[in-house]
């Protein structure tokens, strides 16, 4: 089971990390967590996200690669070493899992292809969204591979849009409304 996308600056790593969790706690083995960057909505619902503090700021963009480290540490046993008032506090999600889920980085652009090369971290490129650049962010992806203590080698996912139909022109008339969204 997985998510189709957490868009990480839109939630905060803690919750994140106790949703997927729980989740995993749950179903073992069975869970995996997209994360991306990108705001992945519309000012409006970001807004309301964010309990009207206002859409996804520059801070939590740019934060990004610190959020997800926090989501990876708090799901392990250990947790991640929170600075309070002067001393390190641990925090860790709850319910510990036994083990963790698969975690991916989503990404449409070269950022998290690099990103998820340098942690190790297997990487989905949103091919869907304009179709240019799979390539690129792919090799960019492998060449930057790191192995990680979770993974050996690079692993990718590639999503696209795929309508099947009896004929072409029920096919293009079942994926005019998509067509239609993107272009509004």
């Known amino acids: 089971v997985g998510s189709g996308g957490v868009m990480l600056p839109n939630h ?24 991306g960057r990108a705001p992945g909505t519309d000012p409006v619902t970001s807004f309301a996200l964010r309990h009207g503090a206002g859409g996804v700021t520059d801070e939590a963009v740019s934060r990004f690669p610190e959020y997800v480290d926090n989501v990876l540490a ?20 709850t319910p510990a899992a036994a083990s963790v889920p698969a975690i991916w980085l989503l990404g449409s652009s070269d950022y998290s292809a690099r990103l ?8 989905v490129f949103a091919h869907h969204f304009s179709g240019s650049g799979t390539a690129e962010a792919l090799e960019l992806y492998r060449s930057s591979f790191r192995p990680s203590p979770g993974l050996a080698e690079p692993r990718t996912f590639l999503t696209v849009n795929a309508v099947v139909a009896s004929t072409r022109e029920e096919a293009e008339l079942l994926a ?8 509004a």
């Open 116 to 123: 998820a090369g340098e942690k190790g971290l297997p990487y």
């Open 12 to 35: 905060a790593p803690l919750v994140v990390a106790e949703q997927f969790a729980l989740l995993e706690a749950a179903f073992p083995g069975r869970i995996d967590l997209g994360i």
């Open 176 to 183: 005019l409304p998509q067509l239609l969204a993107m272009v």
């Open 74 to 93: 708090m799901m392990e046993p250990a947790g991640v070493g929170l600075p309070v008032a002067g001393r390190v506090h641990a925090l860790r999600a």
